[in-house]
Nanobody
Framework: QVQLVESGGGLVQAGGSLRLSCEASGRTFSDYVMGWFRQAPGKEREFVAA????????VYADSVQGRFTISRDNDKNTVFLQINSLKPEDTAVYYC?????????????????????WGQGTQVTVSS
């Protein structure tokens, strides 16, 4: 069992930045591909970014490429999402998720079903 707790959300103006954090507990953090997803009001949850255990592989949704950066600190059991140049359409609840990979393969899945554990989410609201 892995527990994930997100933090760092808030209300920001368009063009601003936020850094989201997700701290994991309960299992070996390095055994997980970590991902970020988001869900806007009235929309389905969508993939944002993910990172493999060594940070050698990072994948982003087209809509956030170049503005969002995912990173991780395995010593602190934490994955981060740096969000720059925020747009009103980035408004959503952002969720952290973990995909168990004890063999440490690097392939990144974008589908929600591949992720075994989820956090409760942190709200990001961007005003225009």
């Amino acid at each position: 069992q892995v527990q994930l707790v997100e933090s760092g959300g808030g209300l920001v103006q368009a063009g601003g930045s936020l850094r989201l954090s997700c701290e994991a507990s309960g299992r070996t953090f390095s055994d997980y591909v970590m991902g970020w997803f988001r869900q806007a009001p009235g929309k389905e949850r969508e993939f944002v970014a993910a990172i493999n255990w060594s940070a050698s592989t990072r994948v982003y949704a087209d809509s956030v490429q170049g503005r969002f950066t995912i990173s991780r600190d395995n010593d602190k059991n934490t994955v981060f999402l740096q969000i720059n140049s925020l747009k009103p359409e980035d408004t959503a609840v952002y969720y952290c998720a973990a995909d168990h990979r004890p063999d440490r393969t690097s392939y990144i899945y974008r589908g929600m079903v591949k992720y075994d554990y989820w956090g409760q989410g942190t709200q990001v609201t961007v005003s225009s």
